[in-house]
Nanobody
Framework: VQLQASGGGLVQAGGSLRVSCVASGGTFSNYAMAWFRQAPGKEREFVGAITWSGGMTSYGGSVKGRFTISRDNDKNTVYLQMNSLKPEDTAVYYC????????????????WGQGTQVTVSS
């Protein structure tokens, strides 16, 4: 499975942004999807995950209530809607795929996209 993330950019604090991740080379609806992020000098952080059907989602504590993950299996795409953005949300955002869903931040994923930069200015 190949993953291509896009939609990153520069946004002011308090603003919103939606990033997308398109999958190819596999049956997208078979895979649970997740978003991670990594800021310079920091460890990779779990943002959230969604089941293959979209029926269940989970989020990391720092984004819960502000970010929403959704998916469109007809378009082979998973989305991350980010609201009330803060400067500390600045990071490269990565999508990941795996056959098995977990709400654990430590779960490993088999497939990764290349990342898209999100920068939040204060």
């Amino acid at each position: 499975v190949q993953l291509q993330a896009s939609g990153g950019g520069l946004v002011q604090a308090g603003g919103s942004l939606r990033v997308s991740c398109v999958a190819s080379g596999g049956t997208f609806s078979n895979y649970a999807m997740a978003w991670f992020r990594q800021a310079p000098g920091k460890e990779r952080e779990f943002v959230g995950a969604i089941t293959w059907s979209g029926g269940m989602t989970s989020y990391g504590g720092s984004v819960k209530g502000r970010f929403t993950i959704s998916r469109d299996n007809d378009k082979n795409t998973v989305y991350l809607q980010m609201n009330s953005l803060k400067p500390e949300d600045t990071a490269v955002y990565y999508c990941a795929a795996d056959l098995y869903y977990s709400d654990s931040a430590s779960k490993t994923y088999d497939y990764w996209g290349q990342g898209t930069q999100v920068t939040v200015s204060s």
